[in-house]
């Protein structure tokens, strides 16, 4: 059990931590004035999302063109990943929080959608970065990937509740 959970701590923690990246509700009906936490949720995404400019802007030494380019693919990434994890969600946080109740069939299929979750967000994330070929090139390019992942950790472990 301990190898599984090493295997879904990054995917987990991403998820929890895009939560407020995702958009917030989809909705035929007419826009409205949004909630106070919606309002809350949207200002910790774009906090999020300009520490992560930063970030990329330092460590690829992006230009601000290159950022402003960049950005938008990368936030539209995040918002797709997060429709993955929602489908985890319920079952994950069950499992996470120790729910003695999760029978066999569920937590067989928990697996499976985790083994299909991981392909499909390979899939997400060859299609975006393939993408940014157009913005980028040589080494910032390559670097992409692991310099987002580090962005996503080092971010986790900051906003991470300390334990006692």
């Known amino acids: ?19 407020c990246l995702a958009p917030s509700s989809l909705s ?22 300009a520490e992560k400019r930063a970030f990329l802007v330092k460590e690829l ?26 489908e985890l969600e319920p079952i994950g946080r069950r499992l996470r929080q120790g729910d003695k109740t999760l029978t066999a069939e569920e937590m067989s299929s928990f697996y499976d959608k985790t083994l299909d979750f991981h392909v499909k ?24 990937p692991w310099v987002c992942k580090e962005f996503a950790r080092r971010y986790f472990d900051k906003h991470r509740p300390k334990k006692h």
Do not use: C
Not at 28 to 49: D, G, V
């Open 1 to 19: 059990m301990l190898r599984m959970n090493k295997s879904l701590i990054y995917p987990l923690a991403l998820m929890l931590g895009s939560i």
């Open 61 to 86: 030494s992006l230009t601000t063109a290159e950022a402003d380019a960049l950005m938008p693919l990368l936030n539209e990434l995040d918002d797709k990943r997060f429709g993955l994890w929602r």
């Open 121 to 144: 967000e390979a899939e997400l994330e060859r299609t975006y970065y393939l993408r940014a070929k157009t913005i980028l090139y040589g080494d910032r390019l390559v670097r992409l």
């Open 28 to 49: 035929a009906q007419q826009p409205k004035k949004p909630a106070k936490s919606e309002s809350i949720h949207q200002e910790h995404r774009e906090r999020i999302r």
